[in-house]
């Protein structure tokens, strides 16, 4: 099933194609007319001096017509097919003026080129322009207020609108415009994403100017807290600096924290106390890694806090942790 904007372009199309054959008849007529009656050209001659004139104009047409679907303008064959739409007139008047037709009878004929010419090219512009759009090479649609707006509130429409086309220049320079708001707003129902160009729904341009006091400050987001099992920073080391991972711990050592947890019922800080008995020289990331393989969520910062709280137990003569 074939949308309606499908429908109108094939009816386009076809209307342009049927001026551009009926323009082609009369100049091959009278350019056979020419060659074989006044110049007395045989018949061949004159068939393939109007096949050569015909096909170079349907050339030079569907050349331009190639460009009109690309970011170049086409100029160098717009201006081929101008020459022959020229020559085709000229020949068409002559033509009129030998049958004794008049002046009326050469604009008639002389017209019919010039008609599919003017067709043909505003066709090619609506389709490179459509071209461009589908590119983001058309620039978008400027508001529009209305008379009473510019006659009422002119200080007020003219800032509004220096303050549109500021923001279409800040966005082609990928910058932001302070206080301005562009929202793009489709109308249409949603588009298949096989469906063609022609059959898109134009987008509007809503456009909404915020004054400077009514934009509120942005809110800071909450922090977020440090995981428990988050690698701890070295004491000393800058806060910019890249974390130090902790010393691996050798496999002898490794066995011997093991042996130290394996097969007893031990609270949290006992298993920090043992694998310190264990290995003395272990630093408190290791200890900490030491249980975390064997199943004992610590982190460094709590095998610390029992070794402190165990010292100072040992200097006052106090308990220990609990």
């Given at each position: 099933m074939t949308s309606p904007a499908n429908d109108?372009?094939?009816?386009?199309?076809?209307?342009?194609?049927?001026?551009?054959?009926?323009?082609?008849?009369?100049?091959?007529?009278?350019?056979?007319?020419?060659?074989?009656?006044?110049?007395?050209?045989?018949?061949?001659?004159?068939?393939?001096?109007?096949?050569?004139?015909?096909?170079a104009a349907l050339f030079f047409a569907r050349l331009a017509q190639r460009y009109a679907t690309s970011p170049d303008s086409g100029f160098a064959p717009r201006l081929a097919m101008l020459a022959t739409v020229t020559a085709s007139a000229w020949t068409n008047w002559e033509h009129a003026h030998m049958k004794g037709w008049g002046t009326?009878?050469?604009?008639?004929?002389?017209?019919?080129?010039?008609?599919?010419?003017?067709?043909?090219?505003?066709?090619?512009?609506?389709?490179?322009?459509?071209?461009?759009?589908?590119?983001?090479?058309?620039?978008?649609?400027?508001?529009?207020?209305?008379?009473?707006?510019?006659?009422?509130?002119?200080?007020?429409?003219?800032?509004?609108?220096?303050?549109v086309v500021g923001y279409n220049l800040a966005t082609a320079s990928s910058t932001d415009a302070p206080g301005l708001t562009t929202v793009m707003r489709d109308d249409a129902a949603p588009h298949h994403p096989t469906a063609s160009?022609?059959?898109?729904?134009?987008?509007?341009?809503v456009i909404t100017v915020q004054q400077p006091a009514a934009i509120a400050p942005p809110t800071p987001e909450p922090a977020v807290p440090p995981r428990r099992d988050a690698p701890t920073m070295p004491a000393g080391q800058a806060t910019d600096a890249p974390l130090r991972?902790?010393?691996?711990?050798?496999?002898?050592?490794?066995?011997?924290?093991?042996?130290?947890?394996?097969?007893?019922?031990?609270?949290?800080?006992?298993?920090?106390?043992?694998?310190?008995a264990a290995l003395p020289d272990a630093a408190a990331p290791q200890i900490a890694d030491a249980l975390m393989r064997n199943g004992i969520a610590a982190d460094a910062k709590y095998?610390?806090?029992?070794?402190?709280?165990?010292?100072?137990?040992?200097?006052?003569?106090?308990?220990?942790?609990?």
């Open positions: 109108r372009d094939r009816l386009t199309r076809a209307s342009l194609i049927f001026v551009m054959v009926a323009a082609l008849t009369v100049g091959t007529w009278s350019i056979y007319t020419l060659l074989h009656e006044r110049f007395d050209a045989p018949r061949t001659v004159a068939l393939f001096g109007c096949a050569m004139f015909d096909s009326v009878g050469g604009v008639v004929l002389g017209a019919a080129p010039v008609i599919a010419e003017v067709a043909f090219e505003l066709y090619h512009r609506y389709v490179h322009r459509e071209s461009l759009r589908a590119r983001g090479r058309v620039p978008a649609a400027l508001p529009v207020f209305g008379k009473w707006a510019w006659l009422m509130y002119l200080p007020t429409a003219f800032k509004a609108m220096r303050k160009p022609d059959a898109a729904a134009p987008h509007h341009l991972p902790a010393p691996v711990m050798p496999i002898d050592a490794q066995a011997a924290a093991d042996d130290a947890l394996r097969g007893k019922a031990l609270s949290k800080a006992d298993a920090v106390r043992a694998v310190r095998v610390r806090t029992v070794l402190s709280r165990d010292k100072r137990a040992t200097d006052t003569g106090t308990g220990y942790y609990p």
